[in-house]
Structure formats: C-alpha cells, structure tokens
C-alpha cells in the first residue's frame, strides 16, 4: 500500500498514524471537519501530506477522499460515551452514516482495503474476561452502538461488494495530543493535567473499574499492519496490550512517576461505562503479527513528559 487516506487525521489518533505514514514515505490524504481535530496536530509534518477540509457526513466530500487511494483508514468518529448519551442524534449521524458514506466512496473507488477504528465497547454488557472477539453483549450507549453497526457495515461491504475490510476495536487509547481540557476528555489526560496542578481528578464510582490502557503507538502500528495482512472478506480484531489497570491503579501510577500524593476526587457512577475491560490479543497476534511494543508504564512515562514539556 502506497496511498493512504486516514479520516479523522487530525485527531489524536489519527494525526499519529498520518505523521508515522509519512515519516515512512507514504502518499497521505488527510480528511477532517475539524470539529474535534486540531490543525496544531498536523503542524509538524503538514507539508508532508494533502489535507482535505470536509466532513463525512457528506457523501459527495467522501467520494472526493477517496479518489485514487489504495487504502482508507478511517478514524473520523465522535467520541465519549458520555457525548453519546447526551447527544446521540449528532453521535449517529458522523458515526453511522459517516462511516457508511466512507464505506460507499471506498467500494466505487475501488479501494483495496478499509480499517475502521472500532472499540471495546461494542462488548457492550458482557462480563466475560478477558474480552474476546466474538463475545459480545448489548451496547450500553449510542457510541458503542454506532462502533457495532459499522463492524456490521464493513462485513456486508466485503461480503456483498468484495471489499476488504478489518475493524479493529481500541481499548482506551492513551498518548501525546489527546485533549485534556473537553467536558468529555479521557481520563489519561485529564488524570495527568490535574495532577500536575495538584488538583483532585473526579473517579466515577469506587476507582475498582479495569481498563486495558493501550499506548497509541501500538495502535499507529496495527493500523499500518492491518492495511497489509493477507486477509480473506472481513476481520474483527482487538487491540489493546492484554493488562487490565484498575483506575485507582492508574492514579496511583501516575502519582508515582511525578512523586506525586494527588488524592481523588469520588463521584457517583456514569451511565454507559463498562466495569471492566481486559483484551484476548491473540487474533491480533495470530492475523496481524500485532505485538504491542510499548507497555502501559513506558507509555504513561512519555505520555507525562509530554503533558509536562506543553506551555
């Protein structure tokens, strides 16, 4: 694959896979509506790529991405949960009929492959540990339902079109250029930001939830192997490091690498948050090569240098 188009490239995640591509010498097509991306995520390597200004939930700015690609990696999604509950028409409409509208452009451009970046809430209410693909309950909010119909989507794309398609399902993503300062930012960032101005970070319920935090570099790299891997119709895969961290844990952690004693802050439980989340990595492994190459504490350590080094 030489011509990627990433949607969503100047979020968090996506600007790290568009940067990386590039870095390697890639033809990269940025497309991004801005709503929740950032032009400063691009600025480091902006005249290494195209960038197309639009938004998905327009089919004729999709058709227009995808032109001439040889690979879509498609990033572009509202994200939080909590958004989701509070506005799940908006949450629908860029992360259903987004994604389908990309799914259209790629199949008459005749792209050769699309990845979609899924998540571990489309395990919705199942309690089985670790997660694995394959077993899933209900989804517990409108995102995790907008990341299940387009697993669903990529699956009759390939099925009645012959598109290749791989949906890999990220479990709580975490690294440098992800926003701390949203009503909805991750807890990562938000944990880190408030710890370094000695304030209390908020922890919904007793702390004791387990996420499988993933370090967004091993995400960069599934992305690139998932555009690469011999597959046959359609793949559902997980991607994650396979270690649960409690979010008592990741405080402590946290407190830990800046010497820090910051306290938290309990509040009541959200509604439409999983308990726990712990990823099987095996399909990964086994379809992929996936290995994850940068474990939860190497990557907490740069993730905290790089919040402290911002002005």
Request: some cysteine; hydrophobic content about 40%; proline content about 5%.
């Amino acid at each position: 694959m030489d011509r990627y188009l990433v949607t969503g490239g100047a979020g968090f995640i996506g600007s790290h896979i568009a940067e990386t591509l590039a870095r390697r010498g890639k033809k990269v097509r940025v497309l991004d509506n801005f709503l929740t991306g950032k032009r400063e995520n691009l600025a480091g390597f902006l005249g290494a790529i195209e960038l197309l200004e639009g938004d998905i939930r327009d089919l004729e700015t999709c058709r227009r991405a995808a032109r001439g690609m040889d690979c879509v990696l498609h990033q572009a999604a509202l994200p939080s949960v909590p958004r989701s509950v509070s506005d799940p028409l908006t949450t629908n409409g860029i992360n259903i009929t987004g994604t389908l509208n990309m799914l259209v452009a790629a199949r008459d451009a005749e792209v050769g492959r699309f990845v979609f970046a899924s998540s571990s809430s489309a395990y919705g209410a199942d309690p089985r540990l670790p997660k694995k693909e394959g077993n899933e309950g209900d989804p517990l909010s409108p995102y995790a339902v907008g990341k299940v119909a387009g697993e669903h989507y990529l699956r009759l794309f390939s099925d009645l079109y012959g598109l290749k398609t791989i949906a890999l399902r990220y479990f709580n993503v975490f690294g440098p250029r992800q926003d701390p300062n949203s009503q909805y930012a991750a807890v990562i960032p938000l944990f880190i930001t408030k710890v370094l101005r000695g304030e209390s970070p908020a922890v919904f319920g007793d702390g004791k939830q387990s996420r499988d935090f993933t370090y967004v570099e091993n995400v960069v790299e599934a992305n690139i192997l998932a555009s690469e891997a011999e597959v046959r119709g359609s793949e559902v895969i997980n991607i994650a490091c396979g270690e649960g961290t409690t979010v008592n844990g990741l405080l402590r952690s946290i407190n830990g690498l800046l010497k820090t004693a910051v306290p938290a802050a309990y509040a009541p439980e959200r509604p439409g948050d999983i308990k726990h989340s712990l990823a099987d990595i095996s399909r990964a492994r086994r379809v992929l090569g996936y290995a994850p190459r940068v474990s939860f504490e190497e990557g907490l350590d740069k993730t905290i240098a790089w919040y402290k080094g911002r002005p």
